[in-house]
């Protein structure tokens, strides 16, 4: 979820806008209605295919012991986190079915062939409905032991809607949103555990940035350059707030140091003054936790922001043989974006093309391809 030096956040569009007023507030009204029909009509049309797995006999009302604020989305989500399902299905199932990812999207989630994740998914509904396991809401004495999948699938739906792996638009608004409205469900239902508490921190502060992460035209702005009056300063006292009460309780987990992350950059009034020494410790701790390769990229940026491009562009060259991430884009960028710092400016220019050719973002593949025409320009000047 941390962006590191390729970063970008958005400013809101301002083309469009007519200049009458009260015709701009009809306008925006229609849009919100629109807005609001569409986001119910995906919503009943994720619960008619789950209503599709369930037989018959099984379609049961919800417990009585489950609480008045969750929802139909959210016993969704939990009821695809099945305990006849591997983590890693439960999850991909869920962003296909509750989230309305495509499988080409879980796929780029889960950092695998959008064939192997098709064959996944299909697995997991199969496996469901030969389990003979009743497909419901989960007591409240299962609830904890399928929190963990539960989590990692918000994040991941969070992750797809703040940055986009694909198409015309950097973000996509109504993925991060209601990821952030289930995490705030999943927080009241569960208000003592620390890593949803974690998890809901780190998506408020890290969505706290959105409305700087693109220019007008929807162009990216990369974190450095980012105008953070723009900041959601309400988001960012929240999540700054929940990243201290999580703290409190129990051993640190993986989104709590991840939202200690976030709080970092947000706090800071640039990104020279940013504690980068400390971030190097998180993403550190992060990675005695697991073997990420995206958490060992975000480390590499934050090594070389506290010691320099070489020490970053070092540890990069032991990611190029990690097949998870060989051929990742942001991977390339990053080296790119080094290089650059370092004075190697060809190399910089060859690996923006490369990272450009390998990414499926428009607003992104736009962004890298300027940094090779300012570097051809700067080659040329340089010459003359």
Same mark, same amino acid.
């Given at each position: 979820?941390?962006?590191?030096?390729?970063?970008?956040?958005?400013?809101?569009?301002?083309?469009?806008?007519?200049?009458?007023?009260?015709?701009?507030?009809?306008?925006?009204?229609?849009?919100?209605?629109?807005?609001?029909?569409?986001?119910?009509?995906?919503?009943?049309?994720?619960?008619?295919?789950?209503?599709?797995?369930?037989?018959?006999?099984?379609?049961?009302?919800?417990?009585?012991?489950?609480?008045?604020?969750?929802?139909?989305?959210?016993?969704?989500?939990?009821?695809?986190?099945?305990?006849?399902?591997?983590?890693?299905?439960?999850?991909?199932?869920?962003?296909?079915?509750?989230?309305?990812?495509?499988?080409?999207?879980?796929?780029?989630?889960?950092?695998?062939?959008?064939?192997?994740?098709?064959?996944?998914?299909?697995?997991?509904?199969?496996?469901?409905?030969?389990?003979?396991?009743?497909?419901?809401?989960?007591?409240?004495?299962?609830?904890?032991?399928?929190?963990?999948?539960?989590?990692?699938?918000?994040?991941?739906?969070?992750?797809?809607?703040?940055?986009?792996?694909?198409?015309?638009?950097?973000?996509?608004?109504?993925?991060?949103?209601?990821?952030?409205?289930?995490?705030?469900?999943?927080?009241?239902?569960?208000?003592?555990?620390?890593?949803?508490?974690?998890?809901?921190?780190?998506?408020?502060?890290?969505?706290?940035?959105?409305?700087?992460?693109?220019?007008?035209?929807?162009?990216?702005?990369?974190?450095?350059?980012?105008?953070?009056?723009?900041?959601?300063?309400?988001?960012?006292?929240?999540?700054?707030?929940?990243?201290?009460?999580?703290?409190?309780?129990?051993?640190?987990?993986?989104?709590?140091?991840?939202?200690?992350?976030?709080?970092?950059?947000? $706090? #800071?009034?640039?990104?020279?003054?940013?504690?980068? %020494?400390?971030?190097?410790? =998180?993403? !550190?701790?992060?990675? *005695? +936790? /697991?073997?990420?390769?995206?958490?060992?990229?975000?480390?590499?940026?934050?090594?070389?922001?506290?010691?320099?491009?070489?020490?970053?562009?070092?540890?990069?060259?032991?990611?190029?043989?990690?097949?998870?991430?060989?051929?990742?884009?942001?991977?390339?960028?990053?080296?790119?974006?080094?290089?650059?710092?370092?004075?190697?400016?060809?190399?910089?220019?060859?690996?923006? $093309? #490369?990272?450009?050719?390998?990414?499926?973002?428009? %607003?992104?593949?736009?962004? =890298?391809? !300027?940094?090779?025409? *300012? +570097? /051809?320009?700067?080659?040329?000047?340089?010459?003359?």
């Amino acid at each position: 979820m941390q962006e590191g030096l390729i970063a970008a956040a958005t400013q809101w569009p301002t083309a469009g806008i007519p200049d009458n007023p009260r015709a701009w507030l009809i306008m925006a009204a229609s849009r919100r209605l629109t807005d609001m029909l569409r986001s119910e009509q995906a919503r009943q049309r994720r619960e008619e295919r789950i209503a599709q797995w369930i037989l018959p006999d099984q379609r049961l009302a919800p417990p009585a012991d489950t609480p008045p604020q969750s929802d139909d989305t959210l016993i969704l989500l939990f009821m695809c986190c099945h305990p006849s399902l591997s983590p890693a299905s439960q999850i991909a199932l869920t962003l296909r079915a509750v989230g309305g990812l495509t499988s080409a999207e879980v796929a780029r989630a889960f950092l695998v062939p959008e064939d192997t994740m098709t064959r996944r998914i299909t697995r997991a509904k199969a496996s469901i409905k030969e389990s003979g396991i009743p497909f419901q809401v989960p007591s409240a004495s299962e609830r904890p032991g399928r929190l963990a999948a539960v989590l990692h699938v918000l994040y991941l739906i969070f992750n797809e809607g703040y940055a986009t792996t694909s198409g015309p638009s950097l973000q996509r608004a109504d993925l991060a949103a209601e990821a952030i409205r289930l995490a705030r469900i999943v927080h009241r239902l569960l208000p003592e555990d620390p890593e949803g508490t974690g998890l809901l921190a780190l998506m408020l502060l890290t969505d706290a940035r959105r409305s700087a992460r693109t220019g007008p035209a929807g162009e990216l702005i990369p974190l450095e350059r980012q105008d953070r009056s723009l900041w959601n300063a309400g988001q960012i006292a929240e999540g700054s707030a929940l990243v201290e009460q999580a703290l409190t309780r129990g051993d640190v987990g993986a989104y709590q140091l991840q939202a200690m992350i976030a709080a970092l950059h947000d $706090q #800071a009034q640039s990104t020279d003054t940013t504690d980068w %020494p400390q971030i190097v410790e =998180l993403y !550190e701790s992060l990675l *005695r +936790l /697991a073997d990420n390769p995206v958490v060992a990229l975000n480390h590499a940026v934050a090594v070389a922001m506290a010691r320099g491009p070489r020490a970053g562009l070092t540890l990069l060259d032991r990611l190029q043989t990690d097949e998870r991430i060989a051929d990742d884009p942001r991977l390339f960028a990053v080296r790119a974006h080094l290089l650059e710092r370092a004075g190697d400016h060809q190399a910089a220019r060859d690996f923006y $093309q #490369a990272a450009a050719r390998r990414s499926h973002s428009l %607003p992104r593949q736009r962004y =890298l391809n !300027e940094q090779v025409a *300012r +570097l /051809a320009k700067f080659r040329d000047v340089t010459k003359s």
